[in-house]
Protein backbone atom coordinates (compact mmCIF):
# COMPACT_ATOMS: atom_id res chain seq x y z
CA UNK A 1 0.00 0.00 0.00
CA UNK A 2 0.90 3.27 -0.88
CA UNK A 3 0.20 4.81 2.47
CA UNK A 4 -1.48 8.35 3.60
CA UNK A 5 -1.16 10.52 0.88
CA UNK A 6 -1.88 13.94 1.68
CA UNK A 7 -1.62 16.95 -0.65
CA UNK A 8 -0.16 19.56 -1.64
CA UNK A 9 3.14 19.13 0.33
CA UNK A 10 3.76 23.24 0.65
CA UNK A 11 1.00 25.63 0.54
CA UNK A 12 2.25 29.39 0.95
CA UNK A 13 -0.65 31.49 0.47
CA UNK A 14 -2.15 35.06 1.64
CA UNK A 15 -4.39 36.21 4.43
CA UNK A 16 -7.81 35.50 3.52
CA UNK A 17 -7.54 32.90 1.13
CA UNK A 18 -9.07 29.98 1.20
CA UNK A 19 -6.90 26.70 1.27
CA UNK A 20 -7.65 23.04 1.00
CA UNK A 21 -5.66 20.17 1.73
CA UNK A 22 -6.23 16.75 0.85
CA UNK A 23 -5.69 13.74 2.32
CA UNK A 24 -6.16 9.59 0.82
CA UNK A 25 -6.34 7.32 3.49
CA UNK A 26 -4.84 4.04 3.38
CA UNK A 27 -7.34 1.60 1.67
CA UNK A 28 -10.00 -0.23 4.34
CA UNK A 29 -8.95 1.65 7.00
CA UNK A 30 -12.07 2.78 8.80
CA UNK A 31 -10.82 6.37 10.67
CA UNK A 32 -9.68 9.07 9.40
CA UNK A 33 -7.96 11.60 11.84
CA UNK A 34 -6.86 15.66 10.77
CA UNK A 35 -3.95 16.74 13.19
CA UNK A 36 -2.28 20.15 13.31
CA UNK A 37 1.59 20.60 14.95
CA UNK A 38 2.62 23.48 15.90
CA UNK A 39 6.26 24.31 17.83
CA UNK A 40 4.10 26.40 20.49
CA UNK A 41 1.26 24.04 20.90
CA UNK A 42 2.45 20.49 19.45
CA UNK A 43 -0.19 17.87 17.95
CA UNK A 44 -3.32 19.00 18.07
CA UNK A 45 -6.54 16.47 16.62
CA UNK A 46 -8.65 18.73 14.85
CA UNK A 47 -11.20 15.99 13.57
CA UNK A 48 -11.55 12.28 13.34
CA UNK A 49 -13.66 10.36 11.02
CA UNK A 50 -15.41 7.03 11.07
CA UNK A 51 -16.74 5.25 8.48
CA UNK A 52 -16.97 8.79 6.83
CA UNK A 53 -18.93 10.23 9.51
CA UNK A 54 -17.63 12.94 11.68
CA UNK A 55 -17.26 11.58 15.23
CA UNK A 56 -15.61 14.57 16.95
CA UNK A 57 -14.91 17.81 15.87
CA UNK A 58 -14.17 19.76 19.22
CA UNK A 59 -10.21 20.47 18.36
CA UNK A 60 -11.35 22.59 15.27
CA UNK A 61 -10.33 26.23 16.53
CA UNK A 62 -12.67 27.97 14.91
CA UNK A 63 -16.09 27.88 12.19
CA UNK A 64 -13.35 29.13 9.79
CA UNK A 65 -11.94 25.43 9.71
CA UNK A 66 -14.37 22.48 7.93
CA UNK A 67 -13.58 18.74 6.88
CA UNK A 68 -15.53 16.88 4.82
CA UNK A 69 -14.85 13.24 3.89
CA UNK A 70 -17.35 12.19 0.80
CA UNK A 71 -16.33 8.95 0.52
CA UNK A 72 -14.03 6.49 1.94
CA UNK A 73 -10.84 7.09 0.04
CA UNK A 74 -10.86 11.46 0.40
CA UNK A 75 -10.68 13.80 2.72
CA UNK A 76 -10.33 17.80 2.53
CA UNK A 77 -9.93 20.11 5.61
CA UNK A 78 -10.42 23.47 4.70
CA UNK A 79 -9.69 27.05 6.19
CA UNK A 80 -11.74 30.16 4.76
CA UNK A 81 -10.75 32.55 5.22
CA UNK A 82 -7.09 31.85 6.64
CA UNK A 83 -4.90 33.79 9.03
CA UNK A 84 -0.86 34.02 9.90
CA UNK A 85 -1.96 32.20 13.05
CA UNK A 86 -2.99 28.95 10.94
CA UNK A 87 0.34 28.52 9.56
CA UNK A 88 1.44 24.80 10.75
CA UNK A 89 2.14 21.31 9.20
CA UNK A 90 -1.02 19.44 8.79
CA UNK A 91 -1.35 15.56 8.93
CA UNK A 92 -4.18 13.14 8.10
CA UNK A 93 -3.88 9.71 9.59
CA UNK A 94 -5.74 6.72 9.51
CA UNK A 95 -6.27 3.46 11.41
CA UNK A 96 -7.93 0.04 11.10
CA UNK A 97 -10.37 -1.00 13.48
CA UNK A 98 -10.69 2.15 16.11
CA UNK A 99 -8.84 5.23 17.27
CA UNK A 100 -7.38 3.36 20.21
CA UNK A 101 -5.41 1.23 17.22
CA UNK A 102 -1.79 2.64 15.90
CA UNK A 103 -2.58 5.23 13.66
CA UNK A 104 -0.80 5.69 10.20
CA UNK A 105 0.42 9.45 9.33
CA UNK A 106 0.83 10.87 6.02
CA UNK A 107 3.96 13.05 5.31
CA UNK A 108 2.18 16.14 6.08
CA UNK A 109 0.83 19.82 4.56
CA UNK A 110 3.54 22.90 5.87
CA UNK A 111 1.29 25.52 5.22
CA UNK A 112 2.39 28.94 5.76
CA UNK A 113 -0.13 32.46 5.99
CA UNK A 114 1.49 35.38 5.32
CA UNK B 1 -9.40 10.02 30.60
CA UNK B 2 -5.49 8.65 30.31
CA UNK B 3 -3.15 11.11 29.33
CA UNK B 4 0.55 10.77 29.10
CA UNK B 5 3.93 12.85 29.81
CA UNK B 6 7.39 12.37 28.06
CA UNK B 7 10.05 13.69 31.14
CA UNK B 8 12.66 15.87 29.10
CA UNK B 9 11.58 17.76 26.20
CA UNK B 10 15.40 17.34 24.75
CA UNK B 11 17.80 14.51 25.21
CA UNK B 12 20.91 14.70 23.94
CA UNK B 13 23.64 11.56 23.77
CA UNK B 14 26.75 10.76 22.63
CA UNK B 15 26.62 8.43 19.51
CA UNK B 16 27.52 4.79 20.70
CA UNK B 17 25.60 5.90 23.94
CA UNK B 18 22.62 4.90 25.67
CA UNK B 19 19.20 6.01 24.59
CA UNK B 20 16.62 6.80 27.47
CA UNK B 21 13.32 8.47 26.64
CA UNK B 22 10.92 8.24 29.63
CA UNK B 23 7.15 8.15 28.96
CA UNK B 24 4.57 7.69 31.87
CA UNK B 25 1.01 7.14 31.53
CA UNK B 26 -2.36 7.60 33.76
CA UNK B 27 -5.12 5.38 32.70
CA UNK B 28 -8.14 3.63 34.41
CA UNK B 29 -7.81 0.93 32.59
CA UNK B 30 -5.21 -1.48 30.88
CA UNK B 31 -3.79 0.57 28.04
CA UNK B 32 -2.23 0.25 24.99
CA UNK B 33 1.27 2.12 24.97
CA UNK B 34 3.23 3.35 21.89
CA UNK B 35 5.71 5.03 20.50
CA UNK B 36 6.25 6.95 17.66
CA UNK B 37 9.26 8.74 15.58
CA UNK B 38 9.30 11.69 13.51
CA UNK B 39 11.99 12.54 11.25
CA UNK B 40 12.42 15.95 10.16
CA UNK B 41 9.87 17.13 7.60
CA UNK B 42 7.95 13.73 7.83
CA UNK B 43 4.74 12.43 9.78
CA UNK B 44 5.28 10.28 12.55
CA UNK B 45 5.59 6.52 12.53
CA UNK B 46 5.30 3.47 14.58
CA UNK B 47 8.60 2.33 16.28
CA UNK B 48 6.69 -0.01 19.07
CA UNK B 49 3.20 -0.92 20.43
CA UNK B 50 2.15 -2.51 24.06
CA UNK B 51 -1.36 -4.13 23.50
CA UNK B 52 -0.71 -6.54 26.86
CA UNK B 53 1.26 -9.51 25.64
CA UNK B 54 4.77 -9.27 26.49
CA UNK B 55 6.42 -6.00 28.99
CA UNK B 56 9.34 -5.93 26.63
CA UNK B 57 8.49 -4.48 23.32
CA UNK B 58 10.98 -4.90 20.46
CA UNK B 59 10.50 -2.39 17.94
CA UNK B 60 11.99 -0.80 14.71
CA UNK B 61 15.52 0.04 14.15
CA UNK B 62 16.98 -1.77 17.80
CA UNK B 63 14.08 -0.02 20.10
CA UNK B 64 12.47 -1.38 22.55
CA UNK B 65 10.62 -0.55 25.48
CA UNK B 66 9.07 -2.12 28.79
CA UNK B 67 5.81 -1.80 30.32
CA UNK B 68 5.85 -1.42 33.90
CA UNK B 69 2.68 -1.46 35.56
CA UNK B 70 3.69 -0.57 39.11
CA UNK B 71 5.64 2.84 37.78
CA UNK B 72 3.30 3.78 35.14
CA UNK B 73 6.02 3.92 32.70
CA UNK B 74 6.57 2.99 29.32
CA UNK B 75 10.10 3.93 28.46
CA UNK B 76 12.24 3.86 25.02
CA UNK B 77 15.30 2.61 25.13
CA UNK B 78 18.09 1.60 22.77
CA UNK B 79 21.56 0.29 23.72
CA UNK B 80 23.84 2.21 21.18
CA UNK B 81 22.60 5.53 19.50
CA UNK B 82 23.46 6.00 15.95
CA UNK B 83 23.51 9.50 14.27
CA UNK B 84 20.29 8.80 12.20
CA UNK B 85 18.54 7.94 15.54
CA UNK B 86 18.14 11.81 15.82
CA UNK B 87 14.76 13.06 15.69
CA UNK B 88 11.33 13.78 17.80
CA UNK B 89 9.91 10.90 19.45
CA UNK B 90 6.29 10.81 20.68
CA UNK B 91 4.68 8.46 23.53
CA UNK B 92 0.89 7.62 23.44
CA UNK B 93 -1.67 6.06 25.40
CA UNK B 94 -5.00 4.70 24.23
CA UNK B 95 -8.47 3.48 26.46
CA UNK B 96 -9.31 0.55 24.76
CA UNK B 97 -12.40 1.24 26.17
CA UNK B 98 -13.08 4.65 25.16
CA UNK B 99 -11.58 5.04 21.76
CA UNK B 100 -9.60 7.25 22.49
CA UNK B 101 -5.56 7.75 22.12
CA UNK B 102 -3.41 10.80 23.44
CA UNK B 103 0.03 11.70 22.64
CA UNK B 104 2.46 13.27 24.22
CA UNK B 105 4.38 16.64 23.77
CA UNK B 106 7.47 14.62 22.51
CA UNK B 107 11.09 14.74 23.17
CA UNK B 108 13.45 15.72 20.48
CA UNK B 109 16.49 13.41 20.97
CA UNK B 110 20.17 14.78 19.66
CA UNK B 111 23.13 12.37 18.72
CA UNK B 112 26.41 14.03 18.95
CA UNK B 113 29.10 12.45 17.19
Known amino acids: DAGVIQSPRHEVTEMGQEVTLRCKPI?????LFWYRQTMMRGLELLIYFNNNVPIDDSGMPEDRFSAKMPNASFSTLKIQPSEPRDSAVYFC????????????FGPGTRLTVT | AQSVTQLGSHVSVSEGALVLLRCNYS??????LFWYVQYPNQGLQLLLKYTSAATLVKGINGFEAEFKKSETSFHLTKPSAHMSDAAEYFCAVSDRGNNDMRFGAGTRLTVKP
Open chain 1, 93 to 104: ASSLFSRSDEQY
Open chain 2, 27 to 32: SSVPPY
Open chain 1, 27 to 31: SGHDY
